[in-house]
């Protein structure tokens, strides 16, 4: 493998300054998924400015680029939404859209993404073709990754990674980690029926408020009582909402919740435990009861070939010294789509800023724009090992 590294660096080195200024232009312009137009166009028309052909999905939000021509091909995601917060802090790049800001680092994943482009078509020649995927609304449900994975963005690809910043970790290094990385985050809604009456004779009603303790305080138990203990499931209700005054029984009670896990095969089995569950909580205490269970993607679970790769491409550019075993996240990462069908790993990227701590989407949230450069230089150097060793 030739010593490509001193080169990748330089012009790493050469595009981060515009790519940091691109990054600022996004922050101070954030949309909310499936809105990306201004930001889609933006990414567009720098890769056409560049000689990269660019292909814009049908609704205006989100694309997808190539460098490199023939061969196998190598994929990289890049998330372009915002999330609807009040940017509390006060850069000179601060969102000037009230009410909606960049918290989790989308506009700087979006940079990376540019500058890897570029670098790679500066190369004199590729071992194969880098696909570069700009994918919107990587903060709802359902996500944009599960609608350009339905619409083919990644078919040909024998593997794909993706960055995300790291406000924990420090700038300059990567968290990598084999295995599952971020957690499914799936929503439950469970609603409550029953004849309602007075709090003075409960026993002749169904005391709907009491079901609905019993499930919040319950459920997470009744879920684990045949799992594997070693296994994470995380249920916590954040929502429930019923009745009107303090002497009455309501007659309906709404709950929503949201459930948690790392287990690829129990998060494909957990709609149908949920369901069973709660009507065997719910029926014999009277209460009639529907349950709604929506996945909103698997968890992220990295491929360890792909993950050595990536690896050895930080190592390569960074030294072993600025490599970290990471820590899992409950947190949800709609990334997780596309590994559904192609090996593929999320990677941490240290943006740590050096006076403060925040977190993702904190309504103070920023980076330490280096690390900008640092992933350039890592992301250039992963795809082209991942061509190389395909």
């Given at each position: 493998m030739p010593d490509r590294i001193p080169e990748l660096a330089r012009l790493?080195?050469?595009?981060?300054?515009?790519?940091?200024?691109?990054?600022?232009?996004?922050?101070?312009?954030?949309?909310?998924?499936?809105?990306?137009?201004?930001?889609?166009?933006?990414?567009?028309?720098?890769?056409?400015?560049?000689?990269?052909?660019?292909?814009?999905?049908?609704?205006?939000?989100?694309?997808?680029?190539?460098?490199?021509?023939?061969?196998?091909?190598?994929?990289?995601?890049?998330?372009?939404?915002?999330?609807?917060?009040?940017?509390?802090?006060?850069?000179p790049y601060a969102s000037i859209i009230p009410g909606v800001m960049h918290a989790c680092g989308h506009d700087a994943h979006a940079a990376i993404g540019l500058g890897t482009a570029w670098v790679l078509s500066q190369l004199n020649a590729m071992p194969g073709t880098a696909r570069f995927i700009f994918q919107p609304a990587e903060e709802t449900l359902p996500g944009g990754a599960q609608a350009m994975r339905d619409e083919g963005a990644h078919r040909g690809l024998s593997s794909i990674v993706a960055f995300h910043v790291d406000p924990s970790l420090e700038t300059g290094k990567v968290g990598i980690r084999t295995g599952g990385i971020t957690g499914a985050g799936d929503r439950v809604d469970i609603r409550l029926s029953g004849p309602g009456g007075h709090t003075s004779r409960p026993h002749q009603t169904v005391n709907l408020l009491y079901v609905a303790g019993r499930i919040i305080t319950d459920l997470p138990q009744v879920i684990r009582h045949d799992i594997d203990p070693r296994e994470t499931v995380l249920i916590v209700f954040g929502r429930v909402e019923g009745g009107s005054a303090a002497n009455v029984i309501p007659t309906h009670v709404e709950m929503e919740g949201t459930i948690r896990l790392f287990d690829l095969?129990?998060?494909?089995?957990?709609?149908?435990?949920?369901?069973?569950?709660?009507?065997?909580?719910?029926?014999?205490?009277?209460?009639?009861?529907?349950?709604?269970?929506?996945?909103?993607?698997?968890?992220?679970?990295?491929?360890?070939?792909?993950?050595?790769?990536?690896?050895?491409?930080?190592?390569?550019?960074?030294?072993?010294?600025?490599?970290?075993?990471?820590?899992?996240?409950?947190?949800?990462?709609?990334?997780?789509?596309?590994?559904?069908?192609?090996?593929?790993?999320?990677?941490?990227?240290?943006?740590?800023?050096?006076?403060?701590?925040?977190?993702?989407?904190?309504?103070?949230?920023?980076?330490?724009?280096?690390?900008?450069?640092?992933?350039?230089?890592?992301?250039?150097?992963?795809?082209?090992?991942?061509?190389?060793?395909?």
């Open positions: 790493a080195a050469e595009i981060a300054p515009r790519m940091v200024e691109v990054r600022r232009d996004l922050h101070r312009n954030p949309e909310l998924g499936w809105a990306e137009h201004r930001t889609t166009r933006k990414v567009a028309a720098l890769l056409h400015e560049w000689g990269i052909e660019a292909h814009i999905r049908a609704e205006g939000t989100g694309l997808v680029a190539e460098v490199g021509s023939g061969g196998l091909a190598a994929g990289f995601r890049a998330d372009l939404d915002a999330l609807p917060i009040q940017e509390e802090a006060d850069p095969d129990l998060w494909r089995e957990m709609p149908k435990r949920v369901d069973s569950a709660v009507a065997e909580m719910a029926g014999p205490l009277g209460a009639i009861v529907e349950t709604e269970y929506h996945q909103g993607c698997p968890p992220v679970v990295n491929d360890a070939e792909i993950i050595a790769i990536a690896e050895g491409a930080a190592a390569a550019a960074l030294g072993k010294h600025k490599i970290e075993h990471t820590h899992q996240s409950l947190g949800a990462e709609d990334f997780a789509w596309f590994l559904e069908d192609v090996p593929g790993a999320l990677i941490r990227l240290g943006a740590a800023l050096p006076d403060r701590r925040v977190d993702l989407h904190s309504a103070s949230f920023d980076i330490d724009e280096a690390a900008i450069e640092t992933g350039i230089l890592v992301a250039s150097e992963t795809l082209l090992r991942l061509l190389e060793d395909a």
